[in-house]
């Protein structure tokens, strides 16, 4: 007599699946092997829009051994956190992390519970909710959505049916190792351009297979560019910089953005920096002022000590490079 609800078809792609990520899958990934809640939850904040490789390689690891607990985490100060997240970008992310650590030393295990804390939402509560404790949930990050696209021939990106898809599709009895294997499949095999649909675990059962770059329709993408004029005040030797208090950096230290420079002012240079939806271009000056007017200077090996953006660090390197020739 047959179970209510087996369904001998997906039973076959679920096995399809585990076999290939059996063979193929990324399984010595760090957070991977690890059962702790908090090395998963910090790797999936790091992983936000951010390589695997620059997380493993750059930055998992050395934030582990400053902060080895949440409780370490919460305990320390913000800019602690923030120098150690320091080219990683999307500094809310570490702010959120640090918040939610001062909050609480434990992580709750109910999705629910989870999207209340800071710069948790559904995809992020999801991930932990079945990576960190075993639940028998979907994730959605971009390489499933591309599969679940294709799936269904799915050119519009629709939210509510991806969630409903995921949640049918899911191996409810190894829901760690299947939704490992879904980001794995949609990062090497069904990719975004010259996807590999011969070897791919959903071939049998894939809508789209015939024209998969049709899935999701690409976006248009237009990058647009701000300018700004940055002013770097010098006095006695020593630069100011003022900690960022907006949504945007926040927490990191910086150089001022003026919309006329003073006429005092030297011009040193241009430096520019890409973000995810815009290109910054700042045009630099200095002004040595004549006595001091601000409230935070530093030596240039103190500001290496800071937790400061790419672009003002490019702005040091500038003026390294013109003022100390």
Not at 92 to 117: F, V
Not at 124 to 130: E, G, Q
Not at 224 to 239: F, I
């Amino acid at each position: 007599m047959r179970k209510s609800g087996y369904n001998p078809a997906m039973k076959l792609i679920h096995q399809k699946i585990h076999n290939w990520y059996k063979e193929h899958g990324r399984l010595e990934l760090p957070w991977r092997t690890t059962n702790d809640p908090y090395h998963i939850y910090l790797s999936e904040v790091m992983l936000q829009q951010t390589q695997v490789k620059t997380v493993r390689e750059r930055y998992y690891f050395p934030f582990l051994e400053k902060f080895p607990t949440l409780k370490a985490l919460g305990d320390a100060p913000l800019d602690d956190v923030l120098k150690m997240w320091e080219g990683l970008g999307y500094y809310n992310r570490a702010k959120n992390l640090h918040q939610t650590a001062s909050q609480i030393e434990t992580l709750p295990q109910n999705i629910d519970d989870l999207m209340k804390l800071p710069g948790i939402g559904k995809n992020t509560a999801h991930a932990l909710a079945t990576f960190a404790f075993r639940q028998p949930v979907p994730v959605m990050e971009a390489n499933v959505k591309r599969i679940l696209c294709r799936l269904h021939k799915m050119q519009t990106v629709n939210e509510k049916k991806l969630w409903a898809y995921a949640y049918d599709l899911i191996d409810k009895a190894k829901p760690f190792e299947y939704n490992q294997a879904m980001m794995d499949i949609g990062a090497t095999v069904c990719t975004p351009k010259d996807p590999h649909c011969e070897i791919c675990p959903f071939e049998s059962i894939c809508q789209g297979k015939e024209e998969p770059t049709y899935y999701p329709a690409k976006k248009k993408r237009v990058v647009p560019t701000r300018e700004e004029n940055v002013m770097v005040s010098l006095y006695s030797n020593k630069l100011s910089l003022s900690q960022r208090r907006g949504k945007f950096l926040h927490g990191l230290w910086g150089f001022p953005s003026t919309e006329v420079p003073l006429c005092a002012s030297e011009y040193l240079g241009e430096v520019t920096h890409v973000y995810t939806h815009f290109k910054l271009v700042c045009k630099v000056f200095v002004y040595d002022e004549l006595e001091k007017a601000q409230d935070h200077y530093f030596t240039l090996e103190q500001i290496s000590e800071l937790a400061i953006s790419k672009v003002d660090e490019k702005i040091v390197k500038l003026y390294s490079a013109t003022m100390l020739e």
